[in-house]
Structures are given as C-alpha cells and as structure tokens.
C-alpha cells in the first residue's frame, strides 16, 4: 500500500490516449509502407512495359 501512495494511480485518460497515438502511428506506418511497395511496383511494372515496347518496335 505504501508503494501505491506514493506513486498514485494509474491514469486511465492518459493511458487511453498513449494506446490511441501508438495505434495511430501504427497505421500511418503501415500505409507508408503500403504506399512506398506501391510505387516500386508500378514503376518496376512499367519500366518493364516500356522496355517490351521499345523491344518491339525494333
């Protein structure tokens, strides 16, 4: 009990919101991720496309 007193309670609003942030970053870092594969993707996707049309015109 002494050890309670002296370092108070657990903060309910404070914890709620600590979960909130770090739940938040979570998905902004996940549709970063999802994002950057996107964008190699289609680049790889159509740089090969133009290099297969390049290959056929000649």
Avoid: C
């Avoid at 007193?5 to 942030?21: E, M, N, R």
Wanted: aromatic share 6%.
């Amino acid at each position: 009990m002494a050890e309670r007193a002296g370092y108070g309670s657990v903060k309910v609003g404070a914890a709620f919101f600590a979960w909130l942030s770090a739940t938040g970053m979570g998905i902004i870092r996940t549709a970063l991720l999802a994002a950057a594969g996107t964008a190699v993707t289609t680049t790889r996707s159509t740089a090969s496309a133009s290099a297969h049309n390049r290959e056929r015109r000649d």
